[in-house]
């Protein structure tokens, strides 16, 4: 990826803001009784009333305007009219397109009380999103960032997902290099000054291998434990400065 500009910065952080704006407002409405379909029309109609697209719609055939990826999805779950139970955790994934720049961001969100073991692994994936952003800084390498989030999540006795992870952002959606959740340190890619990266590490309750369920008419594909345990995912935009990084998402 070649840096960023000045002023395409700027349109970065604001869409980047838009994002984090948006995850903030829907999950006012993350409740038992909604469905993950009414979710999606609320980030539609945010979106577009602050002059941006939900960058999933139509992205690849992927049918809707956000990810919603309940318990035992891993991620691109896709709305529809199920209603969200006491009990589920929902990842809900928002990427904002505006003046050509994408803001990727998501979350998981507990559906009224859940159970302590859902509660531990959401607060392990959060945590395990926050260690690998410490890593990252200029000519650091995206192994320095998948060894990181592996050495905290399987300390706590939970399991990062390798397949998936996170990608360069920017003018495109998703662009090298691939963020892995385990590596080596001082191995991948080198992390360039002044480009963007996703850090999403998705981590799930036990080791079974993960399935791929197609989506109709999409090349994107649905992913979820296979033995139906829970998983839980958070990611932010990170810009790589000339010192260190910034959360471009935070919500603050
Ligand atoms: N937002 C997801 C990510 O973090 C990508 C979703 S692509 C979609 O990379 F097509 F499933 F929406
Ligand atoms: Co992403
Ligand atoms: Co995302």
Redesign the pocket.
């Known amino acids: 990826m070649t840096p960023i500009q000045a002023n395409d910065l700027r349109l970065m952080e604001q869409v980047c803001r838009l994002a984090a704006d948006t995850l903030v407002h829907v999950a006012r409405f993350v409740k038992p009784g909604v469905t993950t379909n009414e979710l999606d029309q609320i980030v539609y109609d945010f979106t577009l009333s602050h002059e941006a697209m939900p960058?999933?719609?139509n992205?690849?055939g992927?049918p809707?305007s956000?990810?919603t990826s309940v318990n035992s999805c891993i991620?691109?779950g896709?709305p529809d009219d199920q209603p969200l139970y006491e009990g589920d955790i929902v990842n809900v994934?928002?990427?904002s397109f505006k003046n050509g720049f994408f803001g990727?961001t998501?979350a998981t969100y507990f559906v009224g009380e859940v159970s302590p073991k859902a509660k531990l692994l959401t607060e392990v994936a959060e945590q395990a999103m926050i260690k690998g952003i410490e890593e990252v800084k200029p000519f650091g390498t995206t192994g320095d960032i998948g060894f990181a989030i592996n050495k905290f999540v399987t300390k706590k006795g939970f399991y990062p997902v390798r397949e998936i992870g996170?990608?360069g952002i920017g003018r495109k959606?998703?662009t090298d290099p691939f963020v892995p959740s385990y590596g080596k340190k001082g191995r991948g890619e080198k992390l360039r000054p002044f480009t963007c990266i996703?850090v999403?590490p998705m981590i799930n309750e036990t080791a079974a291998p993960i399935k791929e369920i197609s989506i109709p008419n999409?090349s994107?594909k649905v992913y979820a434990t296979g033995d139906g345990t829970l998983s839980a995912q958070f990611?932010h935009t990170i810009l790589i400065t000339d010192k260190g990084y910034e959360i471009l998402t935070r919500r603050d």
Do not use: Q
Request: negative net charge.
């Open positions: 960058a999933p719609l992205y690849n992927f809707k956000i990810c991620c691109h896709v994934d928002v990427t990727d998501s996170g990608h959606f998703h996703t999403e999409s994107v990611e």
